[in-house]
């Protein structure tokens, strides 16, 4: 209940200061521009699910203050780096930032989810108060509901019951680590002064652990046992086509003899050589050197100085690693390319094979810190410099990416656009071709395909509208001239 009056709250502070920017703002400065691009941060399924969009206005005042709505009806309002709001007009999907990445709010449809560090939570169903949800602040507090209407909480290390937590359907814990159970359908585990003392029983496996004096687990196929651990461990399978023994005597040797798989090591894990009916594994000494032989590929590698893998579906390679290395894959009728240079250079392309021939849906460059293309069937964007090692960190578009975003270059089928310092010089080409531009909040120019040049200065304090055969002057924003037809235009 806490939480969801928390959000309520919230809710109405950041809409009172959304509105106190809307009002003051636009007075300290004006910069107009149509047609606000928010394919980078917009949320998904905001723009294809909303027909109804309206004409797209964008309003900004550098990197700082940005406020608008997309001709995909996504609004946006940004005060960098403090405060980000997107959401579509249909309201099924909204995500507030509050200096990012400290805190999120994200809204889709009925579902509700959020963090403000060190707490976080969820709501599967706003309009619900007995949905599953949840909240946590991290470490000492969580309380919710699970989607079977089942309630927990818990404060640690003092006590509590979990649902849903370390994928297991429940935990009880009593001043942590004295006491620890847990429950995953019909298995049971109880641990005392975890991890020392843990017992396990269940239909699938038994377990028990005086860690790390001794411990040993059974199951219908297969028994593990150690001593001493890591010093000795030992291994029965016992499977349908899996039958033999494993064994360790760490760090001095080990050995495994299965019906599938043959192996010895020495000064585990350095030395080594294991065979199985799909491949054979030599390394000596690992990680620096390594072969492996299998019917549809090899893989050959001296660590960290070069490198090679491959099989019918991928070729990877590395040069002096992390620093460099490549790699082409091919899955069904997709094929990707990644190319690396660490960290200067990133390339990665993703094309979908049909008929032989390939069609790129994905062509993504980067040259850090200087520049960066990113190419995908609905348009392509530029931008220079580029700080983000991030293809779409969505997060860091909505919020710090526009303080390096000196140029971005953006283009859409006939349309394209140029923006350069925030707007300081912006022009381009919509998609009927009619032609734009714009100095700061100097002055700006539009021309339609076979039209005439409509202008503005300072924002009104001169200008000219033409449409079809008429022309119209103004000055000082509100004076205007009677329309006239293009025979009786004045001569400039």
């Not at 941060?41 to 964008?58: D, F, L």
């Not at 405060?83 to 909204?94: F, K, L, P, Q, V």
């Amino acid at each position: 209940m806490g939480g969801r009056c928390g959000r309520a709250v919230r809710s109405h502070v950041w809409r009172a200061l959304a509105l106190a920017l809307l009002t003051v703002l636009p007075g300290v400065c004006s910069v107009h521009a149509e047609g606000i691009d928010t394919s980078s941060v917009s949320p998904a399924g905001a723009g294809p699910t909303n027909p109804a969009a309206g004409k797209p206005w964008h309003f900004r005042v550098g990197p700082f203050f940005e406020v608008g709505q997309s001709d995909r009806g996504v609004h946006l309002l940004a005060v960098r780096p403090f405060y980000s709001r997107i959401a579509d007009d249909a309201g099924s999907e909204s995500i507030t930032d509050v200096v990012w990445p400290w805190s999120s709010w994200h809204r889709r449809d009925e579902s509700f989810g959020w963090w403000a560090l060190p707490a976080f939570g969820m709501d599967a169903d706003v309009h619900d108060p007995k949905s599953r949800h949840s909240f946590w602040l991290l470490p000492v507090y969580t309380e919710g509901r699970t989607r079977g209407g089942d309630d927990f909480a818990a404060l640690f290390p003092i006590g509590g019951n979990l649902r849903g937590f370390l994928l297991q359907d429940e935990v009880k814990f009593v001043f942590f680590p004295l006491y620890l159970s847990m429950r995953q359908g019909e298995q049971k585990t109880e641990s005392w002064l975890w991890p020392i003392y843990l017992r396990e029983t269940g239909p699938t496996r038994d377990r028990v652990r005086v860690f790390p004096v001794y411990g040993v687990t059974t199951t219908a196929t297969a028994r593990s046992a150690f001593c001493f651990w890591p010093f000795w461990t030992d291994q029965v399978f016992n499977e349908p086509k899996r039958h033999g023994t494993a064994e360790m005597l760490f760090p001095l040797y080990g050995r495994i003899d299965t019906d599938h798989q043959r192996g010895w090591m020495a000064l585990p894990p350095f030395f080594s050589r294991i065979q199985t009916d799909q491949q054979t594994q030599l390394r000596c000494p690992w990680p620096f050197y390594e072969v492996v032989e299998k019917p549809d590929g090899r893989k050959q590698a001296y660590w960290p100085v070069w490198s090679r893998a491959s099989n019918s579906n991928e070729t990877r390679r590395s040069a002096f690693w992390p620093i460099w290395w490549d790699s082409v894959s091919t899955f069904g009728s997709q094929r990707e390319t990644h190319t690396s240079l660490v960290p200067f250079y990133y390339h990665t392309t993703a094309a979908r094979l049909q008929d032989g021939q390939a069609t790129t849906n994905l062509d993504y460059v980067r040259y850090w810190p200087f520049y960066s293309r990113y190419a995908r069937p609905d348009g392509t964007r530029i931008r220079v410099p580029e700080l983000t090692f991030m293809r779409e960190g969505m997060g860091i578009e909505r919020n710090w990416a526009p303080f390096w975003s000196w140029y971005v270059q953006a283009k859409q089928g006939r349309a394209a656009e140029h923006d350069v310092l925030w707007g300081l010089a912006r022009w381009g080409r919509e998609c009927d071709d009619t032609t734009y531009g714009q100095g700061g909040f100097l002055f700006s120019w539009s021309r339609p395909p076979q039209g005439r040049l409509n202008w503005d200065v300072l924002g009104g304090i001169c200008g000219r509208a033409a449409s079809g055969s008429e022309t119209q002057y103004h000055w000082l924003w509100f004076e205007r001239s009677p329309a006239d037809s293009a025979t009786r235009e004045p001569s400039r």
